[in-house]
């Protein structure tokens, strides 16, 4: 049945609900045959908490049943019992019997109300292990993926290499056929690109969250905040074709007035268009930090006959340094993640150079270029892309753990 | 009564005493809401003068208006005049940033500085170019942590930040930081009222050194501390001045029902 899926959804909701309900509607029911006894007797959960519970055990036993037969439908389960009605049959049946077990259980002195608690104390863990388990996943498949690859492509060739050219011929006997894996100039362009767009965003950035939080007026803080985080809700895609179609082509007429040779994919272009893009992770984050130091502060600044200026340079920024470093790395880290923008105003030629205004390619680029089109999974070429990958976690990492490093360093001196 | 009683007063102290500040007719307002009424009043240099009065009656926001720091606040106006050694201080012409280096403060919770002990006291002097060479800022932070009473404490940890004192220290710390910009009026808006009764004690001792040198209006709920430390006392109830005088007659014998009744725990 084609829609078996759909249906055993819609059956285990009215369950659900049907469950809440009853449960709720025999506590109400003890509770009346209860106190009629005796005025002693204390209900000790409110209704509601007996329907959470009734619906969790109608739940609970129906879900575990039903992960378990689509894990062991398609091996280990006879002909009939792999069936989609038989499936349906489990899922309403493990519920009905949870819901009579849980319902039996309804009494005056009976603890819903911590029972319910517990459950959802597990709901809570539970969600926050897939994360947990999700990195771990990745994590763990980039460090295989990556042992792959430096198996084929030593480890030395990778980090020092100057040639990047990673095409492998498509037949063995075809001219430089194993291709070249030095990625030095690849990490040189990510370098430079991330090291523009930080020199622009992390002045205008923490200028702005200085003008936001201790001079604007409240009236001009509330729409131009939004406006400023809007910058970070723009597809970095439509950046990337501003930064081609507008800026790239810009700088170049303004180079060739200058008498520059500029050319029209530049890590220039990227670079400054990235750091648009990222000012607002800087000044957000700051504007947050600058807000938090007590208004005593700037009091006791004032108090002592310092201008606005010098409250904000000797004791604003110093109180707020952890927080402003860690949102200059992080906006760091995002800038080296970045791929769209620099696809398509840096170029992808791997070019090993520190002049701005060439083209340049980096690590995201290349992951995108090895990875794009039909593949075979384990030639160098495609697990290369596992290395740089892996590269780009580690760095991002890094960067991290020292932004981490430092919020608690300065929290332990200040607090 | 009470203004013949005020005129008294003057006369009998400015043989001795020079007004340090004079207000005239203070009205202040947050938003449309007054919260001073009309206030006269006098403080006499060299002299510790205590404003006491129930909550919300608008001491703390006199004692605002001496150093002019109500201007932070956007919805706050003042009228009438206040003035300093003679000098209208909401003048348009007042640097208010001068002004503030002369009437240092002190607040009620202790705010030192996220810096080291020593960079808290020489933050002050640093920004008024009252420090040309490292020699001068280590004098200045010693003889103000000395008059503040904490120098014995933290000599040898002045490179230790401000925060991690105790209550007591970090409010002789606020202390000695207003001290060393040298300021001719120090207002303390509550400083004890975050202290146990030793600290306490510490600081009134140092209220009545620093009398010495400095005028001192101090905020206070304690009744017992008004009468220890101050030499004129000013009662405030709903933005009024309703009594000022000698701390002794204010506390022995009030002219007015009212403040018999606040000092006396009456007050409902
Ligand atoms: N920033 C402000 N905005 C609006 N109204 C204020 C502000 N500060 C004080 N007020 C009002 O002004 C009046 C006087 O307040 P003030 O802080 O001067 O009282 P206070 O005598 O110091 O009281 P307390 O003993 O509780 O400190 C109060 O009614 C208060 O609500
Ligand atoms: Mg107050």
């Known amino acids: ?415 | 009564m009470i203004n013949t009683l005020l005129e008294e007063n003057h006369m009998q102290e400015n043989s001795i005493l020079r007004a340090k500040y004079a207000a005239k007719n203070l009205d202040v307002y947050y938003a449309d809401k007054q919260a001073l009424f009309g206030i006269n009043l006098d403080i006499m240099e060299n002299q510790v003068t205590s404003l006491i009065g129930p909550s919300g009656c608008g001491k703390s926001t006199l004692l605002r208006c001496l150093n002019r720091m109500n201007d932070v606040i956007d919805i706050c106006s003042v009228k009438g005049s206040i003035r300093l050694d003679g000098q209208d201080i909401y003048d348009d012409g007042i640097d208010v940033v001068e002004l503030r280096a002369r009437v240092g403060m002190v607040f009620q919770k202790p705010n030192p500085f996220p810096k080291s002990i020593y960079d808290n006291v020489a933050y002050g002097p640093k920004i008024h170019g009252m420090i040309d060479q490292k020699s001068d800022a280590d004098e200045i932070v010693e003889t103000s942590l000395k008059k503040a009473g904490l120098w014995q404490e933290v000599k040898d940890r002045l490179a230790a930040p401000g925060t991690g004192l105790s209550g007591g220290q970090q409010q002789r710390l606020c202390i000695a930081r207003a001290i060393a910009v040298n300021p001719e009026v120090i207002l303390m808006d509550e400083p004890c009222s975050a202290l146990d009764p030793i600290a306490t004690a510490i600081i009134e001792q140092l209220i009545d050194e620093l009398k010495q040198k400095f005028t001192i209006v101090i905020v206070t709920h304690s009744m017992q501390q008004a009468a220890r430390v101050s030499q004129k006392t000013a009662f405030f109830h709903l933005g009024s001045l309703v009594e000022f005088g000698d701390t002794d007659q204010i506390f022995t014998n009030p002219q007015n029902q009212q403040t018999q009744d606040y000092i006396t725990g009456r007050y409902g």
Not at chain 1, 90 to 112: N, T
Not at chain 1, 328 to 333: E, I
């Open chain 1, 1 to 415: 049945m084609p829609y078996t899926t759909t249906i055993s959804i819609f059956v285990s909701l009215c369950l659900l609900v049907t469950a809440y309900f009853w449960g709720v509607k025999r506590a109400i029911a003890t509770k009346r045959s209860q106190t009629a006894l005796s005025t002693q007797v204390k209900f000790h959960s409110l209704p509601g908490f007996h329907g959470a519970y009734v619906a969790i055990w109608c739940a609970i036993p129906s879900l575990v049943l039903f992960v378990a037969w689509q894990t062991l439908r398609p091996n280990f389960l006879p002909q009939w019992l792999a069936q989609d009605m038989a499936g349906l049959v489990l899922l309403i049946s493990a519920g009905i019997l949870g819901l009579f077990f849980a319902q039996k259980r309804i009494a005056s002195r009976f603890k819903a109300r911590h029972k319910v608690e517990t459950a959802f104390s597990l709901v809570m863990l539970l969600s926050s292990l897939v994360a947990v388990f999700t990195t771990f996943g990745v994590v763990v498949s980039l460090v295989f993926e990556t042992m792959r690859f430096f198996s084929k492509v030593s480890v030395s060739e990778f980090l020092f290499g100057l040639h990047w050219s990673p095409q492998i011929a498509l037949r063995a006997d075809q001219v430089a056929s194993s291709g070249s894996f030095g990625a030095v100039s690849i990490f040189a362009g990510t370098l430079l690109i991330t090291a523009i767009a930080m020199l622009i965003a992390v002045p205008i950035g923490l200028f702005s969250a200085i003008y936001m939080s201790e001079y604007a007026t409240p009236k001009f803080r509330t729409w131009a905040k939004p406006l400023l985080e809007i910058l970070a809700g723009i597809p970095t895609v439509v950046y990337g074709f501003f930064a081609a179609l507008t800026i790239a082509p810009f700088m170049r007429n303004w180079g060739f007035e200058l008498g520059l040779e500029i050319s029209s994919e530049s890590a220039m272009a990227a670079g400054l268009v990235m750091g648009v893009m990222i000012i607002p992770f800087v000044s957000s984050l700051s504007d947050d930090v600058i807000n938090a130091v007590p208004q005593t502060l700037r009091d006791g600044s004032a108090a002592l006959g310092a201008t606005k200026s010098e409250t904000i340079r000797l004791v604003l920024l110093p109180a707020a340094l952890p927080g402003i470093v860690s949102s200059v790395l992080l906006a760091t880290s995002r800038a080296i993640g970045e791929t769209m923008i620099v696809v398509m105003a840096a170029g992808l030629a791997a070019n090993l150079t520190a002049n701005p205004f060439q083209a340049v390619t980096t690590v995201t680029v290349q992951i995108l270029t090895l990875l794009v089109g039909d593949q075979e999974f384990d030639s160098p070429k495609t697990l290369a892309a596992f290395a740089l990958g892996f590269v780009l976690f580690l760095l991002t990492l890094g960067l991290n753990i020292l932004a981490l490093k430092i919020v608690n360093k300065y929290r332990e001196k200040y607090d």
